[in-house]
Each structure stands twice: as structure tokens, then as C-alpha cells.
């Protein structure tokens, strides 16, 4: 009979083979699209699951959030971005907040005054569209200050300056007040101090008058009304355990010191010193090769060898 006929496997294999093939192209079609599906399903429930994790640790706790904690099966645990500090979940920033405070994963909450990711941004109060001032306006690091124009005194909301009679007439720079006994003075702003003259303002010098303005490691710089605080020489500014402050240059490292090349370079608290390697001698910064030691002989051969070979003087 026809179908207990048996083919030879000369034709069996390529028959076979076409046909897995053909459906090996079928699965591939499929499995793309298929692959990017179980992704977006995998984020998705992840995502979900973080949600859910939040509304589990409220039910827990009768309603009150503990932040930075998520449910994970019957456990809690401090979620993605937190890191758990004596039973506390705190968050997690990779750079510190400069005038802030970290408040979640990688997200500052900035003083006032302050502005940007990491709040290192000063904001121009004299530039907002609502002036903070009604006549003269100082910007500050994370603050302002407000002045009158002459003749004008500063109300005790300082912001509002009023005119006075008796002001008009003493010009001053910045502004007056009125004493108690009805005399008037005049006044600078914070930073500066009354002239000889009674009218202008001069500069204070903070870092002549605070021996102590800066913290270790930064020394004073004064400016007009104010300072600053600059890392010292041999200081950089970084971040040490989470806080900016000025670190050691490492001068060997960086190859800024000045060390001879037949010298090594030791690095030192906000310094360096340089050493003589073993074949040389100096002050680290110029070094010499050292010459063996000779004996008594060879020094008076080396002496009767020079008056031999000395230069004949030509005759004239």
C-alpha cells in the first residue's frame, strides 16, 4: 500500500530541515516584539510594586508614613535611594547639598536664599520682579540688604525708608536715623562703618578684627561689607564625609611640586617635602651624584698626573 511506502533518507532530511527552518523564522518574527512586551511588563510591576510597598508600610503603621520605607512581602525595609542609619531610613544623595539638606534619593531641599540641584546657587533678590526694597538694594550670599537714598531713613521693618527733615540736611551716604532726643546720625550697613566725617561709610576689614573668621584650613579674604573664606595653600575644596571642606593637594600626586627628577616627593599636610634619592645629595630641590670616596694614593697619583699633563705655556 501507498502509505507504508518508506522514502529514502536522502529526501527525508532536506524535508525536515526546510521545514525547521521555516518555523525557527516564524518564532524570531515573534519573539521581538514579544521580548519588548515582557519588559515594559517587568518595569511596570516593579513600579507597581514599589507603590504598593509604600501603601503596605501606612497600613502597618495605622496610617502614618514612614518615609524612606517600603514593604517587601512581610518584611519592610528601606526602599531604592535609602540607606537604614541606627533603625532610620535616611535618604540618599551622591553629591551633598551645598546650602540644603538632602530630603529624598539625590533630591535637596535648599535653604532660602538658595537655588539649583544642589543648592550652590545664589538667588539675585534685588533682581526679582517684586523689588524687596523700596529704594537700594544689596545682594548677599542667600540673603540682601536694604538702604536709603540720602535724606531717607530705614523703617524698623527694613524695607520702607521715610524722609526726614533733619536727615536732608546732614547728606549722608547710606541713610539716617532719628535718636530718641530728636538728633539725627547717620547709619551704614552691616560691614561698614561711620567715616571720620560723620557721612560716608568706609569698609571693615573682618579679617584684620576676627582672627578666628574662617575655620581650619581656610584663611580670609576681605571684600567690600563682607569676606570670604578660601581654602589655604596646599588645600583644595572637596567633600569629606559628606560636608565641603578644604582637603589636602596632594602635590606628588598631581605633579605640581617642585622636587628635583633624582629626588622623591613626599606629600605632607598641606605641603611637600623632597628627598635625595640614595646616589645623590642636596636639598631635594637640586640634587648631586655623590663620588666615591678615593684613598691617599690614588688622590697623589691623580695630583702627580695633573703636573705632568699641565698645558706648556707657548713662547712668545
Not at 536694604?146 to 536727615?167: F, K, M, Q, S
Not at 623632597?274 to 646616589?279: A, R
Request: glycine share 10%; with cysteine.
Amino acid at each position: 500500500m501507498e502509505h507504508n511506502k518508506i522514502f529514502p533518507p536522502s529526501l527525508f532530511v532536506p524535508l525536515f530541515c526546510t521545514q525547521v527552518e521555516t518555523w525557527w523564522k516564524k518564532m524570531i518574527g515573534i519573539s521581538r516584539p514579544l521580548f519588548v512586551v515582557m519588559v515594559h511588563l517587568i518595569m511596570f510591576s516593579a513600579a507597581h510594586q514599589q507603590e504598593r510597598s509604600a501603601e503596605d508600610a501606612l497600613e502597618h503603621t495605622g496610617g502614618r508614613a514612614r518615609t524612606g520605607h517600603c514593604s517587601y512581602g512581610q518584611t519592610t525595609s528601606c526602599c531604592v535611594g535609602w540607606r537604614n542609619v541606627n533603625g532610620i531610613c535616611h535618604p540618599v544623595c551622591r553629591k551633598s547639598c551645598i546650602n540644603g539638606k538632602c530630603v529624598g534619593p539625590d533630591k535637596c531641599l535648599c535653604s532660602g536664599g538658595y537655588k539649583g540641584p544642589l543648592c550652590d546657587e545664589d538667588v539675585n533678590e534685588c533682581g526679582l520682579p517684586e523689588r524687596p526694597c523700596s529704594q537700594r538694594c544689596m545682594n548677599t550670599p542667600g540673603s540682601y540688604r536694604c538702604y536709603c537714598e540720602p535724606g531717607y531713613t530705614l523703617g524698623a521693618d527694613g524695607y520702607t525708608c521715610t524722609r526726614e527733615a533733619a536727615c536732608s540736611s546732614l547728606r549722608c551716604q547710606f541713610g539716617s536715623q532719628m535718636e530718641r532726643g530728636g538728633a539725627a546720625r547717620c547709619l551704614c550697613p552691616p560691614g561698614l562703618h561711620l567715616a571720620a566725617d560723620n557721612k560716608t561709610c568706609e569698609d571693615v576689614d573682618e579679617c584684620q578684627h576676627g582672627a578666628d573668621a574662617c575655620p581650619p584650613r581656610q584663611t580670609c579674604r576681605n571684600t567690600f561689607g563682607s569676606f570670604a573664606c578660601v581654602c589655604r595653600d596646599g588645600f583644595v575644596m572637596g567633600t569629606i564625609k559628606g560636608s565641603v571642606q578644604c582637603r589636602d593637594k596632594d602635590e606628588c600626586l598631581t605633579g605640581s611640586h617642585r622636587c628635583s627628577r633624582h629626588a622623591q616627593c613626599v606629600n605632607t599636610d598641606g605641603s611637600y617635602t623632597c628627598q635625595c634619592l640614595g646616589d645623590y645629595f642636596g636639598n631635594g630641590h637640586t640634587c648631586w651624584p655623590r663620588r666615591a670616596p678615593q684613598s691617599k694614593a690614588l688622590m697623589y697619583f691623580n695630583y702627580k698626573l695633573s703636573k705632568r699633563t699641565k698645558q706648556i705655556q707657548p713662547s712668545t
